[in-house]
Every structure is written in structure tokens, then in C-alpha cells.
């Protein structure tokens, strides 16, 4: 696949323990059952938390890529009988990972960039804070989902995050994720208050994907080391979670047809459709 093709998508916050990696590993869970290839990566190098949610134990992480010659085929897991559906783990308890210097980020894009290019999509779930892996991590994505509660201290933490990344990198897309939220008015409301902030201080606007109930079953399937969209499918916030990936499966075809009209618009002259 032309590595063009694939959609990367970053799940980022500024603040932790706002749902980041469930709503990670959910949607992608959703979007594999839905026929797409997916990379499912653990971005929190350092501090891994999907091997957990997983209830697995990698042999081999990120840090192997970095370390020695090692093909990243040979460190990806796969969690699926069928093809499609690959984790790419990352280290726990290594704190000097958390920041990579430019060029060990380099080296590490250089020899991901080979795997990403098999999939449909590729979900990178980011750990907490502004530092610059995660900020490299959010600029390269195609697609960046804010997880944001309805918690001031969340609100405060995503539009700083947005801001860094707006002012630094000049990225200016973002999709909102409101998470845990306990009926439709939290989800305006807490959306209004980003979406006016970053329109008011930052000039642009940011769109809103939707929002997941808060729901009980989320903390169980997590006990249980268990996908929520295997664990309890019906549960109110899987049903939200399914729509969110609808609406991701929508956005990348739409930005696909994009890619090819361009591409196809912008063939050598005398190109010949019948030869
Ligand atoms: N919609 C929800 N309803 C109820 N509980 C939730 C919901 N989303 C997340 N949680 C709870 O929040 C906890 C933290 O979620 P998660 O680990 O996904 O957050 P995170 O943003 O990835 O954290 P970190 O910043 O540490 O990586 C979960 O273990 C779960 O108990
Ligand atoms: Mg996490």
C-alpha cells in the first residue's frame, strides 16, 4: 500500500487518566472488525499502558527498534487469528525514553515508516504531558483526536496542548473526543468552551468527533484485560465508541478520494487513460 494511503491517527489529551489509551485500543478494535488493517501503537514510550489493557506480555518493544538492527515486523504482536490487526509495543519503567532526542526520533520514524505503510490505519495512542516525542508524534499524524472530559483542569490541559502544537509546529486540525461525559449538554458544553478558547486566542476553530457516556463498564474491562468492545458491546459507551469509528472510517475515505483526485490532477501532460 502507498504509505500515503494510510491514515494516521494520534490520540492525545495534555492531561492523563482522561481515557487516551481506552479510546485508542476501542476504536480500533471497531475499525478492524470493520474490514480496515490497523497498527495499533503504544506512543507512551516509557510508560506503556496498552500491553496492560491487552493482558499481554511483549517480548520485544520500541525500545528493541532503537537498540539494535531489528526488523519492526519482528517486534510488532499480532491480536488477531486473522490478518490486520498488529500492536506495536512500547517500554515500561524507562524513563530516559520518554524524551527522544531528535535524532533518536528520526531513526525511529525512519525505520517505522516501512511498517506503517501496510495498513489502512495506523492509531498511535500518546502518553501525558507536552514533551517534544509527543509533540513529534501529534505533528506527523494525519488525524489528531483531543480526549478532553468535562473537568476544567482537562479543558485547561487540552487547549495548552493544542496551543504548543498550534504556535510550535503550526498544526491547526484537531478533532475533540469528549470523554466520559453524563448526557449530550457536557458534550456541547465542554466542546463550546474548547472550541471558543481555541477560536478566540488561537484564531481557528476545532471540530468535534462526539462523545463517550461515562460508563462503569470501561473500568471493568480494563480490570478484566479486556477490550470494552469485546467485554461488554452493547455497554452505552461502546455504542459511542462505534459511532466515533463510523465517522473515523468516513474521514478517511473522504480524505483519500482527496489524495487520488490530486494525484490524478496532477499526471505529466499526454498521460493516456486507454494505453
Ligand atoms: N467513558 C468512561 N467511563 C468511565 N470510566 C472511564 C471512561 N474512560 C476512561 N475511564 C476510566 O479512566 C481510566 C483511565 O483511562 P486511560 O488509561 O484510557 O486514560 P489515559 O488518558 O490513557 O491515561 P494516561 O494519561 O495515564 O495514559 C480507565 O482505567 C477507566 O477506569
Ligand atoms: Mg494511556
Not at 36 to 52: P, Q, S
Not at 142 to 148: E, G, P, Q, S, Y
Not at 160 to 169: E, N, P, S
Not at 208 to 235: C, F, T, W
Request: proline letters at 5%; charged letters at 20%; hydrophobic letters at 45%.
Amino acid at each position: 500500500m502507498n504509505k500515503n494511503a494510510t491514515f494516521s491517527i494520534s490520540v492525545l489529551s495534555g492531561k492523563g487518566g482522561v481515557g487516551k489509551t481506552n479510546v485508542a485500543l476501542n476504536l480500533a478494535y471497531c475499525l478492524f472488525k470493520g474490514h480496515h488493517d490497523l497498527l495499533l501503537m503504544d506512543c507512551d514510550i516509557g510508560l506503556a499502558n496498552l500491553d496492560v489493557l491487552l493482558g499481554i506480555t511483549p517480548e520485544r518493544n520500541i525500545q528493541d527498534l532503537l537498540d539494535s538492527d531489528i526488523s519492526p515486523e519482528d517486534v510488532t504482536v499480532p491480536l488477531a487469528e486473522t490478518k490486520g490487526f498488529d500492536f506495536l509495543p512500547a517500554a515500561s519503567g524507562v524513563p530516559e525514553l520518554l524524551e527522544l532526542d531528535e535524532e533518536m526520533q528520526a531513526t525511529l520514524f525512519e525505520r517505522l515508516t516501512p511498517l506503517f505503510s501496510r495498513y489502512h490505519f495506523l492509531f498511535m495512542d500518546l502518553g501525558a504531558g507536552i514533551t517534544s516525542t509527543i509533540l513529534s508524534f501529534a505533528t506527523m499524524s494525519k488525524l489528531r483526536l483531543v480526549v478532553v472530559t468535562p473537568e476544567p483542569t482537562s479543558l485547561t490541559d487540552s487547549y495548552a496542548m493544542i496551543k504548543v502544537l498550534a504556535t510550535q509546529h503550526n498544526v491547526k486540525d484537531f478533532h475533540i473526543v469528549v470523554n466520559q461525559v453524563e448526557s449530550k449538554r457536557d458534550e456541547q458544553e465542554t466542546f463550546g468552551r474548547l472550541n471558543a478558547a481555541c477560536e478566540r486566542f488561537l484564531g481557528f476553530p476545532v471540530s468535534l468527533l462526539g462523545s463517550i457516556q461515562y460508563d462503569k463498564a470501561i473500568s471493568e474491562s480494563v480490570r478484566r484485560q479486556v477490550p470494552l468492545m469485546k467485554h461488554a458491546p452493547n455497554s452505552p459507551a461502546a455504542k459511542d465508541i462505534f459511532q466515533l469509528a463510523l465517522k473515523l472510517a468516513k474521514l478517511r475515505e473522504e480524505r483519500h478520494a482527496a489524495l487520488v483526485k490530486e494525484t490524478v490532477l496532477n499526471l505529466p501532460s499526454g498521460w493516456d487513460f486507454g494505453s
